[in-house]
């Protein structure tokens, strides 16, 4: 694997992209006037319990209240987490102040989602204050290894005199890291929740206690793993914060740093605008002449597969197996890109050999294993679809850089020319028979008022005859293609 970030760094934004082997696989944005609220803890004071939905909304601070639901409440001295079945007013009352942290970012209309089991993250370990586990990130799978990091924990604690209590995961990135690495960030974290710790007992109305690193330092701590080259940075201010950053906590990255001062934008040189721009679009081209067709909506995700002009295989079942293989792989990319989550139906081109769906299934799976996010996926369908969930934590793409259009209002489709011409033929009607005036004149979108001059010219004609007005039309720049309005005058 040879991979590089580039980190795009403006005053209003920060972008950074993940390319391996030439193709980007994951695009982070973050805006300087919003920035994202997960990892984020705060002071918060619950406003609102819903007994029937066994949750609580508090407010944080933030412009929508943000929502907890009874199994997110963590419980000291028990268990762990509150169940499901646990009545939400044995933990929660109106008024009551809370320490949070964000898990979802507000997505929508929807306030964040926060939990009270609470956590801080250093490069190679994340601190769990309120619970006791020990445990290795599920990405290194050498048990050997996962024996070795736990047993350097618990040296690194034993060395560093640590207070009982509180729980720690290892990284991916802790993979190989010696002692002296893991004392240093048993320091930090316990630095970092000391000051957590009293900001919040000093809070006394919801405020933020903590946040985590802006993008371009998150990206280092979290994504510089092996098999990265470099990390190019086209901010000199940036990358001069990165190489102290990196000097202090993560020595043995400082070397992968580089400043890039191309006159040509970093972005445009790699390709990454262009990448951009096609995953905000519904149809991804495939190399063999095939397409995805992806639609995102508020309830799910869709991808449906197609042959288009492919046909280059010894047999019909032929072409559909490898344009299905080669969907596979194009999707998992795309999940990543587009930071697609939640439910998500994929509907590949039916195969009528089993053995073809599952290897398709199988390479399918084997795609998805370098994302970062927790995906489950179902076996196919009778009906050939697979069915799959990503977990969601950040907007997509599309949410973060697009709005709703005014004129479809998010359906994707507006009326064509010919209907709203029926529309307004509607409307004269209307007018006339409710209304006397002199003559009546139509404003609508250029393309309407031309058919109405030419295809519909007779129809107006027979209107103005049954009316006994003139109807005169008129053109209007501004006007959306099925906005219309029909004056009297």
């Given at each position: 694997m040879s991979e590089e970030i580039l980190v795009n760094v403006t005053p209003m934004e920060t972008r950074v992209a993940v390319v391996d082997n030439g193709a980007t696989q994951d695009i982070h944005i973050e805006r300087t006037a919003s920035r994202g609220m997960v990892g984020n803890i705060y002071a918060g004071k619950v406003v609102r319990v819903l007994p029937g939905m066994q949750a609580a909304f508090v407010d944080i601070g933030a412009e929508r209240t943000s929502f907890i639901h009874v199994s997110d409440i963590f419980v000291s001295g028990g268990d762990g987490r509150a169940q499901g079945s646990d009545a939400i007013g044995d933990y929660l009352h109106e008024g009551k102040k809370v320490i949070v942290q964000v898990t979802k970012d507000p997505l929508g209309s929807k306030g964040a989602r926060i939990t009270t089991e609470l956590s801080v993250s250093s490069r190679y370990l994340v601190f769990m204050p309120q619970s006791n586990h020990v445990g290795v990130s599920q990405q290194i799978d050498d048990a050997l290894e996962r024996d070795r990091l736990q047993q350097l924990l618990a040296d690194g604690i034993a060395a560093e005199e640590m207070e009982a209590g509180g729980g720690y995961i290892l990284r991916t990135a802790a993979e190989g890291v010696g002692l002296d690495e893991v004392r240093a960030d048993l320091r930090f974290l316990k630095r970092l929740w000391s000051a957590v710790s009293r900001r919040g007992k000093k809070a006394r109305k919801a405020e933020l206690l903590y946040s985590d690193l802006a993008l371009h330092m998150r990206t280092v701590r979290d994504l510089a793993r092996p098999g990265v080259e470099r990390i190019l940075v086209d901010s000199r201010e940036s990358y001069n914060a990165l190489t102290e950053f990196c000097n202090e906590y993560m020595p043995e990255v400082s070397d992968l740093l580089e400043h890039y001062c191309g006159e040509r934008p970093l972005f445009d040189l790699h390709g990454i605008e262009e990448e951009l721009q096609g995953a905000l679009g519904r149809k991804v081209g495939l190399k063999s002449g095939g397409y995805l067709i992806i639609d995102q909506t508020e309830a799910m995700t869709t991808v449906d597969v197609n042959t288009g002009g492919f046909v280059s295989g010894r047999s019909f079942d032929d072409t559909i197996f490898k344009t299905n293989l080669e969907a596979a792989q194009v999707i998992a990319r795309q999940l990543r890109l587009r930071n697609l989550g939640g439910i998500i139906i994929i509907d590949f081109i039916d195969m009528r050999d089993e053995a073809h769906r599952q290897q398709v299934l199988d390479a399918f799976e084997r795609a998805l294993q370098p994302d970062h996010a927790q995906t489950q996926v179902a076996p196919i369908s009778p009906l050939g679809l697979v069915e799959m969930t990503r977990k969601r934590t950040r907007e997509s793409l599309?949410?973060?850089?697009?709005?709703?259009?005014?004129?479809?209002?998010?359906?994707?489709?507006?009326?064509?020319?010919?209907?709203?011409?029926?529309?307004?033929?509607?409307?004269?009607?209307?007018?006339?028979?409710?209304f006397g005036s002199r003559e009546l004149l139509v404003l609508a979108h250029q393309d309407v008022i031309e058919r109405l001059l030419g295809e519909e010219s007779t129809v107006l004609a027979e209107l103005?005859?049954?009316?006994?007005?003139?109807?005169?039309?008129?053109?209007?720049?501004?006007?959306?293609?099925d906005r219309y309005d029909v004056v009297l005058v």
């Open positions: 599309e949410h973060l850089l697009c709005e709703v259009c005014p004129s479809c209002e998010g359906h994707g489709s507006i009326r064509s020319v010919e209907t709203v011409c029926q529309d307004i033929f509607r409307e004269i009607l209307r007018q006339a028979r409710q103005a005859a049954e009316t006994e007005r003139p109807i005169r039309r008129q053109a209007q720049a501004h006007y959306e293609i």
